[in-house]
């Protein structure tokens, strides 16, 4: 069964930083694009960043490039994401998800608030 897990979200300061992981299982994690969404209330859920299968190569939205950096472990099976200088508009449900299998995690709340 594949699965995701979310975690590491928090209430954070505007100008501050936290780091998401998201634990991976039920298939060969290393031979799939990895991903990183949100959502945030009244809104659709959008791509934030990718990573290629081997880490080679990696695409954000322009709203977080140059803040937001994703990685990922394939011994481990995780990927994450730090996310620097957050904003107010960044507040949101963070899920992970491989590309083209698997259901949405129960994903991981950020707010940016002063």
């Known amino acids: 069964q594949v699965q995701f897990v979310e975690s590491g979200g928090g209430l954070v300061q505007p100008g501050g930083s936290l780091r998401l992981s998201c634990a991976a299982s039920?298939?060969?994690?290393?031979?799939?694009?990895m991903n990183w969404y949100r959502q945030a209330p009244g809104k659709e859920r959008e791509l934030v960043a990718t990573?290629?299968?081997?880490?080679?190569?990696?695409n954000y939205a322009d709203s977080v490039k140059g803040r937001f950096t994703i990685s990922r472990d394939n011994a481990k099976n995780t990927v994450d994401l730090q996310m620097n200088n957050l904003k107010p508009e960044d507040t949101a449900v963070y899920y992970c998800?491989?590309?083209?299998?698997?259901?949405w995690g129960q994903g991981t709340q950020v707010t940016v608030s002063s």
């Open positions: 039920g298939f060969t994690f290393r031979r799939y694009v």
């Open positions: 990573i290629a299968s081997a880490g080679q190569s990696t």
């Open positions: 998800k491989a590309s083209l299998i698997g259901s």
